[in-house]
């Protein structure tokens, strides 16, 4: 596959395939340069004398048309060429493609590209009145040229009516299909821990032809975690919610390669991309999303990632593959801290006037370094403050106990110690913070519970309380 240039001026004929305005069995009207007329044909000029193009109904006279509903015949009222003027890049390639037939027998016509006053033949078709004929070829727009005349000139038609010959439809004169791709992180960040990140990526055909077979592919990026039934089409041909199931509609979570993947355009199916128009037409293009949920590991790190788009350009006669990326999405994720605490006392059972000795340690499973940390262990009341032993500072006014920075990885403890002034079973808890996001709270907090009696067994004073 190649990726196409930036893209060039973009360049396609209007009206294309005579669709404009609508007739009923055949009719005679004025050519674009008759604006003031009730009932005229956007785009297409004529050199005839009269300013009028002949339009014909698909199935008029027995007649269907190549492409859409309606065609045009060349010789209106009298031999002429018919036309646009384009503006155009110098270098650039132009495909063109067209359907011709016969009206009464086999008719003559040749097409003429280049600069308003000096275009040059590029070929010569006749057919027959029992099939359309179909054509396709390329130019290159030379230099110093920002002005390009596409334009059928008749040359001969069967039965010699000056009015009579050369149908026309089908027809296509621009840049083939050049898809832009857009992508957003929804919100922008900075994000922490466990947010949940919703990425949109909107594909615009900013080139003359369809963009067909469209398919768009995200790999969903490292250190994040596929939410599922998170697909959509936001907006564009068949907008809605996706399964991530392959194969059932147009969109699905590949979870071996870890992507999402999404049929897009019009005729899209479960199995194959569809055709994207131009901005000519679709100027919003279509929009995809899905979410991810930020993993543990991506504290303190860039989440970035792309999205790229294959599509093929079916102007000429064999497709050609292209594709697109899109700019790299970045979301920055603050650090986080995942704190535990663990408390143990050097003995369940104390009488009044024994020491409690409480052992509290702190320990950061990461991914970050801790900052800030403290732990608040403030003792109940049976319980008098005697010493506290550790990295830190301890306020037993408080209860907090100030640890500071804690490395990834590191612990720390402390050894608290307090004397017994009161029967009963007393329960004495620690709870770790940090200035980081804690990934996982359910460890932050330990208790332990020791039992004071009078005397040196355990008696009544604790039967049958926890």
């Known amino acids: 596959m190649t990726t196409p240039p930036a893209a060039p001026l973009r360049v396609a004929l209007v009206n294309g395939s005579f669709e404009q305005p609508v007739v ?13 007329a009730p009932k005229w044909v956007p785009g297409w000029f004529t050199t005839a004398s009269d300013h009028r193009i002949e339009l014909w109904r698909s199935g008029f006279q027995g007649v269907p048309a190549a492409d859409g509903a309606q065609f045009a015949e060349l010789n209106a009222n009298q031999v002429s060429t018919l036309y646009q003027d384009l503006p155009t890049t110098p270098g650039t390639k132009l495909y063109w ?13 040749a097409l003429d590209i280049g600069a308003p006053g000096s275009v040059v033949e590029q070929r010569r078709f006749t057919d027959g009145n029992t099939a359309w004929g179909h054509y396709t070829g390329t130019y290159t727009v030379p230099a110093g040229q920002t002005l390009t005349r596409f334009a059928f000139r008749s040359l001969s038609a069967a039965g010699g009516n000056r009015g009579i010959g050369n149908f026309l439809d089908g027809i296509f004169f621009g840049t083939a299909a050049h898809v832009v791709l857009d992508k957003t992180a929804v919100p922008a960040g900075p994000l922490e821990v466990g947010d949940v990140v919703t990425y949109r990526v909107t594909a615009r055909n900013e080139g003359g032809g369809d963009a067909e077979n469209l398919v768009l592919t995200d790999s969903v990026p ?3 975690t596929y939410l599922p039934g998170s697909l959509r089409i936001v907006d564009g041909p ?3 919610a996706q399964t991530d199931a392959q194969g059932d509609d147009q969109a699905y979570y590949d979870a071996r390669a870890n992507k999402v993947v999404f049929h897009l355009g019009n005729g899209a199916t479960a199995a194959d991309g569809g055709s994207l128009p131009s901005t000519e037409t679709l100027p919003a293009g279509t929009t995809v999303e899905y979410r991810v949920t930020i993993d543990r590991a991506s504290g303190g790190k860039q989440i970035s990632n792309t999205a790229t788009a294959s599509y093929e350009n079916r102007l000429g006669d064999t497709p050609e593959p292209l594709t697109s ?5 970045v979301v920055q994720v603050e650090p986080a801290a995942d704190l535990a605490v663990t408390k143990a006392a050097d003995a369940t059972t104390v009488t009044v006037g024994q020491t409690v000795a409480y052992r509290i340690t702190v320990h950061n499973t990461g991914p970050n370094d801790a900052t800030g940390v403290t732990v608040t262990d403030r003792l109940p009341d049976g319980l008098a403050f005697l010493s506290a032993t550790g990295s830190g500072s301890y306020d037993p006014a408080t209860g907090q106990w100030t640890v500071g920075d804690l490395a990834d990885g590191a612990r720390t403890t402390l050894v608290l110690r307090a004397k017994a002034t009161e029967t009963g079973l007393v329960s004495n808890t620690a709870t770790a913070t940090a200035t980081e996001k804690d990934p996982g709270t359910t460890d932050n907090t330990d208790t332990v519970s020791v039992c004071v009696t009078p005397a040196p067994s355990c008696c009544d004073p604790c039967a049958g309380r926890k």
């Open 24 to 36: 009923t069995g055949v009719e005679i009207l004025p050519d674009a340069s008759q604006t003031q």
């Open 97 to 109: 493609r067209l359907y011709h037939r016969g009206r009464q027998g086999d008719d003559t016509m």
């Open 222 to 224: 490292q250190g994040t």
């Open 238 to 240: 068949d907008a809605g």
């Open 325 to 329: 990326t899109s700019d790299e999405q």
